[in-house]
């Protein structure tokens, strides 16, 4: 019913003698899902997503989001793109029965992800797991035209002609913890985005770095199962701000991108040096524990091993534990990604492109990838990498240039049709001469030949 226009527009282009795929998307998690389905709506159907996770396991809800439920309000939609069967609702609904979706409160997170993986069957998309992108390269098509050899974790080279990278948090970056931690046995520390054995913590003291959510996640969780957990904020008050819930406005998700750039650095920058704090059903879930303990002003400077424990040294004189938890959130650093690494100083960053007033300068903002209109990464020096057009990112790092579009649910909606566009705009531009045979070649006569046979019903 909403599938207007239905004419097919595509035709395969050749990589030595085979078709290269029109659109290989990294990342099958929800961003990744949503994209192929937009795209396939649009009627690029040669597509390939590809996800290292097994599958079900693709994302962050069966993997590290430790929270019961979403923290987006349940009647937000984002994978849906507008069409109301495929909602959460509906989904709901359909599973639970009729009406179920309204004596909701907030959306389980294991509901979420028994929904995304209906999302992906009924769709049908073409996902492959089990494999990574480890390198990009560019290439030409055997018409001449442009593509990008993509890399994988077997040894394959795929030939794609744009490439979407959907990686999530860490895609242009690190999971980002004090190398003093790092340095520690790693059966002793963990950050919020690894596979932690909680049982393994029963009965055993546990410090936690941060007071984010995430930070707060894994505290609850080590809580629950029998842990003594300390939180360490380095300031004397936790932020209690949720930023993120402000900018959840069609003005802001829809036009920031299309703002000069010292709006977009100054809001940005306003939202993500604040830190987001913690959700208030977050704080009550660890307050309803004896042996939570919040340290406030007391950051971490150092850490290593003493008598078979963690010795933390803190501003406040140093602190024993057996586990420590870094709720640290991310660093971005286009270098650390191998799939990137190759190209890594040719792309433009915002410190490249944007020079901030006195009092507003901030190093670590500096470091996203400053992107196109379509997402896709800009060139640091013009010329020198015209490839990089074809790259789209849709993950935490377009965050400065576009605010939270590719890493939150409730930017979907608006900031994956602007993506797949820019994807589709390439895809048409790279096919004008083949458009303008088919245009030439139109053939009038069997046009009004169709057109009598179909008033008069043949």
């Known amino acids: 019913m909403t599938a207007h226009p239905r004419m097919e527009w595509m035709v395969p282009r050749l990589y030595r003698g085979r078709p290269a795929l029109d659109a290989l998307i990294v990342g099958a998690g929800q961003s990744g899902m949503c ?23 693709e994302g962050i809800w069966s993997a590290f989001a430790r929270m019961p439920t979403l923290r987006s309000p349940k009647d937000q939609t984002g994978p849906d793109l507008g069409m109301p069967s495929l909602t959460f ?20 997170t294991d509901a979420w992800h028994d929904y995304l993986q209906w999302y992906r069957r009924v769709l049908a998309l073409p996902i492959r797991n089990d494999v990574a992108a480890t390198a990009i390269a560019p290439a030409e098509l055997d018409d001449g035209g442009r593509c990008l050899l993509v890399t994988l ?16 948090q860490d895609g242009t970056g690190e999971w980002w913890m004090p190398d003093f931690v790092r340095a520690l046995p790693p059966d002793r520390r963990a950050h919020t985005c690894e596979a932690i054995d909680f049982e393994r913590l029963r009965g055993r003291t546990v410090a936690v770095l941060g007071t984010g959510a995430s930070a707060m996640d894994n505290a609850a969780v080590a809580l629950e199962h029998g842990a ?13 701000v949720q930023r993120y819930r402000w900018l959840t406005f069609a003005g802001f998700l829809r036009h920031l991108g299309e703002m000069p750039d010292e709006w977009r650095w100054r ?39 003493e008598d078979g424990r963690i010795r933390l040294e803190t501003e406040r004189g140093p602190f024993h534990a057996d586990y420590a938890i870094c709720g640290t959130g991310i660093r971005q650093d286009v270098h650390l990604r191998p799939e990137l690494a190759g190209f890594a100083g040719k792309i433009a960053l915002w410190s490249h492109r944007y020079t901030p007033p006195p009092g507003e300068d901030d190093e670590l903002l500096g470091a ?66 083949r458009h303008w045979q088919s245009l030439l070649a139109y053939d009038v006569k069997q046009v009004e030949l169709d057109w009598n046979r179909m008033e008069r019903g043949d």
């Open 368 to 433: 996203y990838p400053y992107l196109g209109p379509d997402y896709a990464f800009l060139e640091r020096t013009p010329g020198e990498a015209p490839f990089l057009a074809d790259i789209h990112l849709f993950g935490i790092g377009s965050t400065v240039s576009f605010g939270p579009s590719g890493s939150s649910i409730n930017a979907m909606t608006t900031a994956v049709p602007k993506v797949v566009a820019g994807v589709t705009r390439g895809l048409f531009a790279g096919d004008l001469q």
């Open 228 to 240: 003594d957990v300390h939180l360490f904020c380095r300031r004397a008050e936790p932020s209690v």
């Open 89 to 108: 609702e509906a989904w709901y609904d359909a599973v639970k029965g009729p009406g179920s979706f309204a004596g909701l409160g907030l959306i389980p």
């Open 267 to 305: 809001i940005m920058r306003n939202i993500l040096s604040a830190r987001e704090g913690f959700p208030a059903d977050t704080y009550r879930r660890v307050m309803a524990f004896p042996n939570f303990t919040m340290q406030l002003g007391r950051n971490w400077t150092d850490a290593r091993m």
């Open 153 to 168: 974790s077997t040894g394959e080279v795929l030939a794609a002609r744009k490439l979407v990278l959907a990686t999530g």
């Open 35 to 57: 994209i192929g389905f937009a795209l396939m709506r649009e009627r690029v159907r040669n597509i390939l997503l590809i996800d290292r996770a097994p599958e079900g396991r």
